[in-house]
C-alpha cells in the first residue's frame, strides 16, 4: 500500500523517522541517509549525510554508488570534514575505497533536493552542501577536457 505525501499517516510516519534520525544525530554526530530509485521516482542512487550543519558544516553527498559504499566513504569523509572543512575545489584521496581513487569537492546548488530529510529535520535556509565526485580512471574529474563519463565497469567499493 503506497501512502500519499502530506497524509496524516505520512506526515505521522514522517515525524517518527525524523525523531529517530534526530536521535542518531546525538549519538553519532551524523547519519548517513541512502536514496534509492523507484519506478514513481527514477534517478541515481545516492547516499548524503544528515547532521553535519549541527557543527555548522555542509551536508556531504555521493551520487550513483551503492549504499553501503557511499556510507563507508561518507562515514570517513565527515571525520574529516569535522577536523577541517571541505571547500568546493578540495581533493582528497579515501584509503577507505578500492581502487584507491581521489575525489574533489563540489558545491551543490542551495536548497538542492537531493538533501530532502536534512531540509525536513533543519530549516532550509541553514543546509549547505557538498558533493564528493570521483575521478575517472585517468585521473580526470567531471567537467575536465576529456573525462570519462562513461560508467565504469568496477565502481569504486568500500575495502
Known amino acids: ?8 499517516e505520512w506526515l505521522r510516519r514522517d515525524a517518527m523517522y525524523r525523531n529517530a534520525v534526530r536521535e542518531q544525530i546525538i549519538r553519532n554526530g551524523w547519519v548517513v541517509q541512502g536514496v534509492f530509485p523507484t519506478a514513481e521516482d ?3 542512487q ?5 547532521g553535519l550543519v549541527e ?5 556531504l553527498l555521493i ?3 551503492p549504499t553501503d559504499v557511499g556510507a563507508v566513504i561518507l562515514n570517513a569523509a565527515a571525520k574529516r570534514h569535522l577536523e577541517h572543512e571541505f571547500t568546493a575545489g578540495d581533493t582528497w584521496e579515501f ?8 575525489f574533489r569537492v563540489v558545491d551543490i546548488p542551495a536548497r538542492h533536493s537531493c538533501l530532502g530529510t536534512a531540509y525536513r529535520i533543519y530549516e532550509r535556509n541553514t543546509v549547505r ?3 564528493l565526485v570521483w575521478a575517472d580512471v585517468a585521473g580526470r574529474f567531471p567537467g575536465e577536457d576529456g573525462y570519462d563519463d562513461v560508467p565504469q565497469d568496477l565502481p569504486p567499493s568500500a575495502s
Not at 584509503?95 to 581521489?102: A, C, F, H, I
Open 42 to 44: 527514477p534517478g541515481p
Open 55 to 59: 557543527a555548522g558544516l555542509p551536508e
Open 129 to 131: 552542501g557538498l558533493q
Open 1 to 8: 500500500m503506497r501512502i500519499t505525501p502530506g497524509s496524516p
Open 95 to 102: 584509503p577507505e575505497v578500492v581502487p584507491p581513487l581521489p
Open 63 to 65: 551520487m550513483g554508488l
Open 46 to 50: 545516492f547516499t548524503y549525510t544528515i
